[in-house]
């Protein structure tokens, strides 16, 4: 995450080549691949080498390439209101600045070919935009299976960064449990809250397959729980309890039974933490609209569920 100051929490000797690495090509004007697991901070990343770059006053814009086709091309291209009114495309209204297109492995694969011309055209147009990418896929085995452009990875192939999954950051972990218990005081107006020794040992078991996003749903949901200003271990068990609605019942496969409710609602939410909270991508994930996602979410926070009541 970034704190005020432009800092990037994170000490793991990998980790911070990563960083390293960042911050050198930030002073380029290198289209960028950043690479990584679902919620470990790629958009962060692309954040961070624009605010380290001469563009940091110019807009930064963020495409996300997992929306609908025809939604891609209207931020990409721009388009006309009913009125008759033009929207400009994100390239334009970036003009001196960045664009990052979030999960870029998810473009269509017409308009991958579409996009990469386009980029290759941007100084016959006088545009100047710096181009960020992110992706959870291994971009080069999708150009072998032919799902992806050959050409649109080639131009990233000036720097690609790739970011370690969570669990493997040793004590980073407990670094950024304070951090985000400092970000949810800060937003609520409670007290300095300090975590247990063990319930740091609890967050240190954890794979987070979330990652950082996940990470801080936890911290957050144990925060709203909190007795005395400390995060104990109960505090992640009792919002584990409440969200997931396990009940005493074990099938004989050891599947946790409970409601069909409670298990939409776990479901739900494993897929908001899977894709960093990104709405569009967890509903293609459950087979749903945006529409029925979104109600969803506003019944669990009306019911005064806390992730959903804290949801971004």
Request: net charge neutral; hydrophobic share 40%.
């Given at each position: ?14 980790f ?5 690495t ?38 930064i814009?963020?495409?996300?390439c997992?929306?609908d ?6 931020r ?10 033009f ?25 991958q ?24 896929k291994?971009l080069?085995?999708l ?8 050409p ?23 670094a ?8 949810w005081?800060?937003?609520?107006g ?36 909190a007795?005395?200003?400390v ?12 969200e997931?609605?396990f009940?005493l ?9 409970m ?17 960093s ?36």
């Amino acid at each position: 995450m970034l704190k005020s100051g432009n800092e990037i929490i994170g000490t793991h000797p990998k980790f911070q080549k990563s960083l390293e690495t960042a911050r050198n090509v930030a002073v380029t004007k290198t289209p960028v691949l950043i690479s990584g697991e679902a919620g470990c901070g790629k958009k962060t990343f692309g954040q961070y080498i624009h605010l380290n770059s001469i563009r940091k006053n110019a807009p930064i814009e963020v495409v996300d390439c997992s929306s609908d086709v025809a939604e891609v091309e209207r931020r990409v291209l721009g388009f006309r209101e009913a009125d008759g009114r033009f929207q400009r495309g994100v390239l334009e209204v970036a003009n001196g600045g960045t664009v990052i297109f979030a999960h870029i492995d998810a473009l269509d694969e017409v308009f991958q070919k579409r996009l990469y011309t386009i980029l290759q055209e941007l100084p016959d147009y006088e545009l100047d935009v710096r181009i960020l990418a992110t992706t959870t896929k291994n971009l080069s085995k999708l150009v072998g299976a032919g799902k992806f452009s050959r050409p649109l990875l080639t131009y990233f192939g000036g720097a690609q960064i790739h970011l370690m999954p969570l669990r493997e950051r040793g004590t980073d972990v407990e670094a950024l449990a304070r951090e985000f218990s400092k970000e949810w005081c800060a937003e609520t107006g409670s007290e300095d809250l300090t975590l247990s020794p063990e319930a740091l040992a609890r967050l240190n078991d954890q794979a987070w397959n979330g990652n950082i996003s996940e990470l801080r749903a936890a911290i957050r949901s144990a925060a709203s729980v909190a007795e005395n200003n400390v995060i104990e271990t109960r505090c992640f068990m009792a919002e584990t309890k409440k969200e997931a609605g396990f009940s005493l019942e074990t099938d004989e496969d050891g599947v946790k039974l409970m409601s069909l409710k409670d298990a939409e609602k776990l479901l739900i939410k494993k897929a908001l933490v899977f894709t960093s909270e990104n709405r569009t991508q967890a509903a293609k994930i459950l087979g749903v609209s945006i529409r029925t996602l979104r109600n969803k979410i506003n019944e669990y926070r009306s019911e005064g569920s806390q992730y959903f009541v804290n949801l971004r």
